[in-house]
């Protein structure tokens, strides 16, 4: 398994990762939160523009998993973490977390739904920590560009190094 920066050359791969792995969603997620795509190829390179840095994991020349990190002011922020549907369980997921979380010393926060229980238990495995409702709400809209639909619908997880 490798574990790499994104190419330009990988944006149809990882596009068609998070299509395929967000299908999780459906039926999971508020109904009026899911879209088919759930991330059309405009809003990856809106992504890609915002500053989101994505890496991949690759293995045996395909990749197979996806993850971004974007640098917001005083934190890092984990984007799009999303593993090919058939190569799940395989531990590309805490791989690719890995490389991210050791690429930096600023605190690490992570959003995800909050229907998204398997996303929770499996950030929770590596250590991150859910925040208090109120807390989450003020993070969101200070590190995040979502709607307040979404805002009311996620939950925000944090690494050690924001709880000191």
């Not at 490798?2 to 596009?15: C, G, H, N, T, V």
Request: aromatic share 10%.
């Amino acid at each position: 398994m490798i574990i790499r920066e994104s190419y330009s050359a990988d944006f149809a791969e990882m596009l068609a990762i998070i299509n395929d792995a967000a299908r999780a969603y459906r039926g999971v997620i508020p109904a009026d939160r899911w879209h088919e795509p759930y991330m059309p190829a405009a809003e990856l390179a809106k992504e890609i523009a915002a500053g989101v840095v994505f890496w991949v994991a690759e293995h045996d020349g395909r990749v197979v998993g996806v993850m971004g990190i974007q640098d917001k002011f005083d934190v890092h922020l984990i984007r799009h973490a999303y593993v090919r549907t058939r190569q799940r369980q395989k531990g590309i997921g805490s791989l690719l977390l890995k490389e991210l979380i050791e690429g930096t010393d600023k605190p690490i926060l992570i959003g995800t739904w909050k229907a998204a229980e398997w996303a929770i238990r499996f950030y929770e495995k590596q250590g991150f920590c859910l925040v208090e409702e109120g807390e989450k709400n003020g993070l969101l809209k200070n590190y995040w560009t979502i709607q307040d639909r979404q805002v009311e619908t996620s939950v925000v997880l944090v690494d050690e190094k924001y709880k000191k």
